[in-house]
């Protein structure tokens, strides 16, 4: 599984303010894809899809608590 990191433009970020950052997304090729987005101000939002097509969302302030984060778009496709 290879991953690859892109730079994204700001955005709301899970703490409220607009920051920019990279995306990370690995691929196994199978149905299990991981995609990270790690903020500038030190927020993360993740999203892992299973191989049985079982979603994990979850976001993370820079502050290290975790927040209800509405969905917001996919910088996958």
């Known amino acids: 599984m290879t991953g ?3 730079p994204f433009a700001p955005e709301t970020a ?3 303010k607009r920051s920019g950052g990279e995306l990370l ?3 196994d090729g199978y149905g299990l894809v991981i995609r990270d987005q790690f903020f500038a101000c030190g927020c993360r939002r993740i999203r892992h899809e299973y191989h049985d097509g079982s979603i994990h969302l ?3 302030r820079h502050d290290g608590k975790r927040v209800r984060d509405p969905l917001q778009a996919d910088h996958g496709s």
């Open 4 to 6: 690859t990191k892109t």
């Open 14 to 16: 899970p703490c409220g």
């Open 25 to 27: 997304v690995d691929d």
């Open 58 to 60: 979850s976001a993370i």
